[in-house]
């Protein structure tokens, strides 16, 4: 049992009480003790939001994603994430619920064929061997805990997410199957030059797309793009057995 000190229980009742007048004093305070409070951030009220102004919210203003992070292109994460004139475009057609009007789809096709750029020697078939392991291959452009780093591999065309490629492998069924793609249409000048077109940057011929714009954004290079359609043409090539 502990001993009980009459003297020890007087001076620890006394500071208890010394510290309790501390906390509850209402006296004057030194200018620079006297500090305003500061009122806690108001929070959003999502219901009073429309749907694009809640996007925006998410995006660019909770804090949920880092808007600074370095991108593989050079840029950060907000210049990634802001819209350009097509993606505004066909967002707000995605909004409408309609299907696109004429005069907005010719619009779109006109700004997109207008950054196509051709290889400087003509559009010629690279190797289907490379453009095979393009077109299988999602590596590339992924930031935040993950990040592919291009030093370690050239990034691939994720092609095969949406479409089925050959008859040696699974792809997706998003987009049209590519089976037999250059055994199907042939490999004249015209059909070569409309595939370039449509890889690099699909929304010249078919507005508010799913389909990436691989040349246009940079995804893939020139040569890595005419690998892929050697991918789809060559008559070696598994897509076309």
């Known amino acids: 049992m ?22 509850t004093a209402t006296g004057p305070q030194k200018p ?12 959003p009220d999502y219901t009073k939001m429309t749907p694009r102004e809640l996007a925006e919210y998410l995006v660019f203003q909770s804090g949920s994603y ?13 210049d990634r994430l802001t819209q350009d004139e097509v993606q505004k475009v066909c967002t707000e057609v995605a909004r409408s619920g309609k299907d696109i009007d004429d005069k907005t789809a010719e619009r779109i096709n006109k700004l997109s064929m207008a950054t196509i750029k051709y290889p400087e020697g003509g559009i010629k078939l690279g190797d289907w061997r490379k453009g ?3 077109a299988w291959s999602g590596f590339g452009f992924r930031t935040a ?26 792809g997706g069924t998003i987009g049209p199957s590519l089976t ?16 370039y077109e449509v890889i690099y940057n699909p929304h010249a011929y078919f507005a508010c797309t799913q389909m990436p714009r691989s ?10 793009i ?3 359609m050697a991918y789809l043409f060559d008559p070696e090539s598994p897509v076309n057995k």
């Not at 620079?32 to 929070?43: R, V």
């Not at 037999?180 to 595939?195: C, H």
Request: glycine share 12%.
């Open 226 to 228: 005419l690998d892929v």
């Open 180 to 195: 037999g793609y250059g055994k199907i249409r042939g490999s004249s000048p015209e059909m070569l030059k409309y595939t």
């Open 145 to 170: 805990h993950n990040v592919d780093d291009h030093s370690r591999g050239a990034p691939g065309g994720n092609c095969y997410n949406c479409h089925q490629i050959g008859p040696d492998r699974t």
């Open 2 to 23: 502990l001993h009980k000190d009459p003297i020890a229980h007087a001076v620890a009742a006394a500071l208890l009480t010394l510290f309790a007048a501390g906390c």
């Open 32 to 43: 620079e003790d006297a500090k305003p409070a500061q009122a806690a951030p108001a929070k």
């Open 215 to 224: 040349g246009a954004k940079g995804l893939l290079t020139q040569q890595q």
């Open 132 to 134: 095979r392991d393009i």
């Open 66 to 78: 880092d808007l600074a992070q370095p991108t593989q292109e050079g840029t950060t994460g907000r």
